[in-house]
């Protein structure tokens, strides 16, 4: 019987169950061997789960990773790592690594040599383990960022996965937001990463071939005054709309006005420092007054 599994979940269930057959006793006599002719071998599935060790049941021990639809790769930038080749940032743990030669980093040169990369990801595990080892938004300095995206895309609007998109935002007064800002900041990258957002990449366009998920990567900013979390689109709704965008777009909107910040879908979030979820373009971005068009959940 050929598996229903998704690619990712069939290499993990295959991981398993290699890494509970390498911690059995090796024996110089084969169960095969031992068998009386007609005699059929029984399998001890309790004794092979017992050997899988995951983050959730041993965090320091695994021995099985569970990995992600797509590899993922954090950025930051503050104050303090603008015009610095070696700035003392909160996430001093782990490496520095080159920025990526994408189509987009030659036109967004100027900002990309204020944001460092931090380290790239493909699997629950490693996830934890960086999520672990960094400052939460809450006690970052005024004016610095977060970027998570998927890897290959840096985080500007001229990379070429994200040329023709926008992003979803919204602004949170920073003094009556300070002690839930790093669980909405927690539950956006576990969206983006476990591609619940828009799960189109488990989809299929009819031909067999996967759709591409909207999503390229989600971002929190430290204001003196307020939070910012945004999820950048790789796609914008156009004026005809024939491709049925603009719903994809709204539905993300929606999902993360609703699951991940725990919003009521018709609730007024706007006010002294306070926005709406409101979807922008990033052509619509570039204008300035009421040219630009916004889509609010």
Known sequence: MASTLSGPALQASRAALSAALADQPESTTTAEESLEPGEIQ??????????????????????????????????FDSPATKGRNLPQTPVSAFPQTPVPHTPGVAAAQGWMEDIKRVISFDSVEEFWGLYNNIIPPSQLPQKANYYLFKEGIIPAWEDEANKNGGKWSIQLPR??????????????????????????????DGTG?????????????????????????RLAPSATDEDGIRK????????????????????????????EVEFLSHKDSEKKGKSAKKIVV
Do not use: C
């Open 42 to 75: 029984e399998v001890d599935m309790q004794a092979q789960a017992d050997g899988i060790r995951t983050v959730f049941s041993d965090p320091t021990n695994f021995n099985v990773k569970h990995p992600l639809f797509s590899p993922w790769t954090l950025w």
């Open 175 to 204: 003094d009556k937001n300070r002690n839930n800002i790093d669980q909405m900041w927690l539950y956006t990258m576990l969206a983006a990463i476990g591609e619940t957002f828009d799960p189109s990449p488990v989809q299929s």
């Open 209 to 233: 071939t996967p759709v591409k998920s909207l999503i390229t990567g989600v971002i929190v900013s430290t204001r003196p005054q307020f939070y910012r979390l945004s999820i950048w689109t």
């Open 248 to 275: 994809r777009i709204e539905g993300v909107g929606k999902h993360f006005k609703t699951s991940v910040l725990g919003f009521a879908e018709g609730q007024k979030l706007g006010g002294p420092l306070a926005t």
